[in-house]
């Protein structure tokens, strides 16, 4: 979204306030790349979810 302007990313939103594009699992990378620690992969998934959370007032619904 950082890489998006304004225009672009006001269309991603409405995609996703639409249900037209969703989120799923929403780590901020996937647990094995990032930490194979159990209490990192729980850091990893709260970091993503809080990103698309403030990012675009959706909290995932599905992750693994």
Do not use: C
């Amino acid at each position: 979204v950082g890489q998006l302007d304004a225009q672009k990313h006001e269309q991603v939103k409405g995609l996703v306030a639409n249900g037209q594009l969703e989120f799923i699992n929403a780590g901020w990378s996937m647990h094995d790349e990032a930490g194979p620690i159990y209490d990192d992969m729980i850091d990893n998934m709260m970091v993503g979810q809080q990103f698309i959370k403030d990012t675009f007032g959706v909290a995932p619904r599905v992750g693994w």
